[in-house]
């Protein structure tokens, strides 16, 4: 059951300080793990995908990094990427070709996959692939697009847009909710701070766990500069570690990582990304403190 309240803003934050148990949260399976439990789960890869090379060395590495971690991983990447700051940017393979290759890495290497939809009629499609169907930031309002997610039965994973406070995630929880689908997560990728800029207000995902499910922290798009180039966005992945850490000090239940075996030369998103070599570190202290902070 979920765990929001229908009152104001400041009734939910005294609901949460109340009545919040991390027990309370909805154990997700998927395949022979649960998302949300009392392992570490981690959803990452290349933010588009740029080639089917890249595809296999990110997903490869990922994999033997997070097997001997012991951590649960989701292989993350998008056969397009529609909200680009040119018309010229980079985008990826499109739908079908994406799929395909996707679904040679699920094969492949034995993955679980998350790829974002941006239209309706991309959601049953994506299904047949994708284990969990993210909706993007941007488009985490459009309800048609909610409904055709919930509706595949697949997990949905839902970004807070940088334009919403955490408490207004729970109407775009009742709305997958009403169309049959309870296998739902929910992403914190930062908030607009003026022009060019995003601030991490780490309250939010305690706030959004209120609702029940798992929290997911995108660690790699919250230190993104939204067209901060002019033609493109900028970033500075320095301040991944930090914000990946403080997540887990607040409890978040996923983190998501953008990873390229070398980010600066990535047709999309690379000053934000993490490069595949800095992984394994970067996981296992965050492993550490999802540990300490459960009593482990």
């Known amino acids: 059951m979920p765990y929001w309240s229908e009152n104001s803003r400041l009734d939910n934050l005294v609901y949460f300080s109340y009545n919040f148990r991390m027990e309370n949260i909805k154990r997700i399976k998927l395949r022979d793990f649960e998302i949300g439990g009392d392992k570490l789960t981690i959803l990452a890869g290349p933010c588009a995908i740029e080639s089917q090379e890249i595809l296999d060395q990110t997903a490869k590495g990922l994999k033997e990094i997070t097997k001997e971690l012991d951590i649960n991983f989701v292989f993350k990447s998008s056969f397009d990427k529609a909200n680009r700051s040119s018309i010229t940017s980079f985008r990826g393979p499109g739908l079908e070709k994406g799929l395909k290759m996707l679904q040679e890495v699920k094969d492949k290497y034995d993955l679980p996959i998350v790829t974002d939809i941006h239209t309706p009629d991309q959601a049953e499609v994506a299904a047949k692939v994708a284990d969990i169907i993210q909706i993007p930031a941007f488009l985490c309002r459009q309800t048609d697009l909610l409904v055709a997610a919930a509706k595949t039965g697949k997990i949905v994973n839902i970004k807070k847009g940088q334009f919403l406070a955490p408490e207004q995630m729970g109407s775009l929880v009742r709305k997958v909710e009403d169309s049959g689908n309870t296998n739902i997560m929910l992403t914190d ?108």
Do not use: W
């Not at 060019?196 to 309250?203: K, P, Q, Y």
């Not at 209120?210 to 033609?231: E, K, M, R, W």
């Not at 030369?265 to 490069?275: E, T």
């Open 189 to 296: 990728r930062g908030s607009s701070f003026g022009y060019n800029n995003l601030v991490t207000d780490f309250r939010g995902i305690p706030i959004m766990q209120t609702f029940g499910y798992p929290v997911v922290f995108d660690a790699t798009h919250s230190v993104q500069l939204p067209g901060a180039n002019g033609n493109c966005s900028g970033g500075d992945r320095r301040f991944v570690p930090v914000l990946a850490k403080a997540a887990m000090a607040v409890g978040a239940n996923v983190l998501f990582f953008e990873v390229h075996p070398n980010p600066d030369k990535a047709l999309c998103d690379g000053p934000n990304m993490v490069a595949l070599s800095d992984a394994k570190d970067l996981f296992a202290m965050c492993k550490k403190i999802f540990e300490v902070v459960r009593g482990k």
